[in-house]
């Protein structure tokens, strides 16, 4: 009964490296999720896949981001030249697509960029 | 038209007062309306969730009120506890798909 797990839980990485941030969903569900979520603020949509569809792409907020997921289980968020602007905590939620779509959120990756 | 609006963005209550967030929305093509607490350093986890065809909902010490005609819905919090503090969201999923749209959120102190 493992629920979603994300590492690294911190990240602190210089301005202009790549990150990657790695989720693993709950076995079984077929939608996964990813969020950015600043110091005190809501939750900003980054990307949605859906099984074996084409992930939904519209919440990413430049060419540097860009996710994967593989084998539709784990996913990678990839982050490339990080900004400062970048800096803030990463939320993954998994979910079975049954009715009302409840999302198990995963506890974050909070990445620091210098 | 795909916003949820809520408010306020910061509650202050006693111990065993009733906090209300409050929440609205434009798209009357929502389905079904989750809040979400989410305590420091975690994921958001569901809280209670309620569809357009009902008024009101209770769990516990949890309620939802829901007004389909002036497109809003709030939730309440009975004989709050230093616990509950947390930040709040509430959110409304489409008919057509199964993404939520999420409020702004809502950080509840409550105070011993």
Redesign the interface.
């Given at each position: 009964g493992a629920g979603?797990s994300q590492s690294p839980s911190n990240k602190v990485t210089e301005k202009g490296k790549d990150v990657e941030l790695r989720c693993d969903p709950i076995s079984g569900h077929t939608?996964l999720?990813w969020y950015r979520q600043s110091l005190?603020?809501?939750?900003e949509?980054l990307i949605?896949f859906?099984g074996n569809s084409a992930p939904?792409k519209s919440g990413l907020p430049s060419d540097r981001f860009s996710a994967e997921r593989t084998g539709g289980s784990v996913s990678t968020l990839t982050i490339q030249r990080t900004q400062q602007e970048d800096s803030a905590v990463y939320?993954c939620?998994s979910?079975r697509?049954r009715?009302?779509?409840?999302?198990?959120?995963?506890?974050?990756t909070r990445l620091t960029v210098l | 038209q795909q916003q949820v609006k809520q408010s306020p963005q910061s509650l202050i209550v006693q111990k065993g007062g009733i906090p209300i967030i409050n929440c609205a929305y434009e798209n009357t093509a929502f389905d079904?309306f989750?809040w979400y607490q989410q305590f420091p350093?975690?994921?958001?986890?569901?809280l209670i969730?309620i569809?357009p065809d009902v008024s009101e909902k209770k769990e516990g010490r949890f309620t939802i009120s829901f007004n389909k005609s002036a497109k809003q819905f709030s939730l309440h919090i009975m004989d709050s506890q230093p616990g509950d503090s947390a930040t709040y969201?509430c959110a409304a999923?489409h008919d057509s798909n199964?993404?939520?749209i999420?409020?702004?959120?809502t950080?509840l102190i409550i105070k011993p």
């Open positions: 979603v939608a999720y005190g603020q809501g939750l949509f949605y859906q939904d939320l939620a979910s697509l009715e009302y779509n409840e999302q198990f959120f995963g506890p974050g | 079904y989750p350093g975690k994921g958001p986890a569901l969730a569809r969201f999923k199964y993404q939520l999420w409020g702004a959120g950080k």
